[in-house]
């Protein structure tokens, strides 16, 4: 199998957004970032980040929600807006990331899917921000299909929507983890590092996606 699966095209890329195209959208240093900036803190933030944050990202709060329960408990000398604000100002572009996933979809006509584990409205703000519905096809975001990777569903759900065979399939992420319950559903995977893009060019040009 694993011949066939080397052996076949690749006509589908999967990949996630955060550490990928773009910096997480709200992680451990994004929290640290709002803890001085509101003078917050940043243990009871952490601590009720995580007993929450999931729930958000599986799309059944709102952020609004969220904030209520990590921030927004009690009394601020700040506003909602004022926070949700910072928290859409953490992203950041990887431009020669996005470049290079442009390019192999004009190239080759690749089906683009992003397969991804944000909340709702900063998943919307990043797609919209940062332009990513110009090239990606389809968003299989936690916060629409309400489960989170690495449950493996979110993959077949891709699989389903992009009606293209696994073996066909590249999928991209920052977390070793999500690319091996990828590749153990048949679909091949690269471990991404923004901080070294060449090489994940090097490995889609092997695969047979060369610029």
Same mark, same amino acid.
């Given at each position: ?100 996933? =442009?390019?192999?979809? %004009?190239?080759? &006509? @690749? $089906? ?88 994940? =060019?090097?490995?889609? %040009?092997?695969? &047979? @996606? $060369?610029?």
């Amino acid at each position: 199998m694993a011949t066939n699966q080397q052996a076949a095209p690749v006509t589908a890329l999967f990949l996630d957004i955060g550490g990928v195209m773009l910096t997480n959208g709200w992680d451990r240093k994004s929290r640290e970032a709002a803890a001085k900036q509101f003078a917050l803190d940043l243990d009871e933030l952490n601590d009720r980040h995580r007993m929450t944050f999931d729930t958000y990202e599986a799309g059944k709060l709102s952020l609004d929600e969220y904030l209520k329960r990590a921030v927004f408990y009690q009394e601020r000398s700040f506003t909602m807006e004022d926070f949700r604000k910072f928290m859409y100002d953490q992203s950041v572009a990887y431009p020669e990331m996005i470049e290079l996933i =442009r390019s192999l979809k %004009a190239k080759y &006509g @690749l $089906k683009i899917a992003v397969v991804n584990n944000e909340g709702r409205e900063i998943n919307e703000h990043r797609i919209r921000a940062f332009k990513l519905n110009e090239f990606v096809d389809f968003f299989i975001s936690s916060c629409f299909v309400h489960f989170r990777k690495p449950d493996a569903d979110i993959w077949k759900v891709a699989l389903d929507i992009a009606q293209v065979p696994r073996e066909e399939v590249v999928y991209i992420d920052d977390r070793m983890m999500f690319v091996q319950v990828a590749q153990g559903l048949g679909l091949r995977g690269i471990c991404h590092s923004y901080k070294d893009v060449g090489k994940t =060019r090097e490995q889609l %040009a092997g695969m &047979g @996606l $060369k610029l």
